[in-house]
């Protein structure tokens, strides 16, 4: 009786590990679209809106790319990636611009940390 016992609760882990790992592979090809260009608005706290354009690349569990708004374009900086989302930075005139977002497949929604303070704006792929 306990060996059947046992045999059970080995093929319960066997199967909640295959069950597991499934899913973070799913996540990670899905994650993967990541990669390209997307555009979106900035608005500040006075309502002036400011373009955005990113081009996103991934490179292992790692984002590179540029950061282009009205100031120039600038190089994305200590990107990652995690099965909650993705996070960099840009470094615009000495000042470090953390950004995190999540990816939902055909937009993505960021939050851009600036002065204490932080924005959230919604990017759209371009085609």
Request: hydrophobic letters at 35%; charged letters at 15%; proline letters at 3%.
């Amino acid at each position: 009786m306990l060996y059947l016992n046992n045999q059970t609760i080995i093929m319960k882990k066997i199967f909640t590990t295959t069950l597991l790992i499934c899913c973070f592979t799913i996540c990670l090809a899905a994650i993967n679209d990541l990669s390209g260009k997307w555009s979106g608005q900035l608005v500040s706290e006075d309502g002036t809106e400011y373009p955005l354009l990113y081009n996103l690349a991934l490179a292992g569990d790692s984002i590179i790319g540029t950061a282009k708004s009205p100031q120039g374009t600038f190089p994305i900086e200590n990107g990652a990636v995690d099965s909650s989302g993705f996070s960099f930075k840009v470094t615009v005139n000495g000042l470090d611009i953390p950004h995190t977002g999540k990816f939902y497949g055909d937009s993505i929604g960021m939050d851009i940390s600036l002065n204490g303070s932080s924005v959230h704006c919604r990017l759209n792929r371009e085609e």
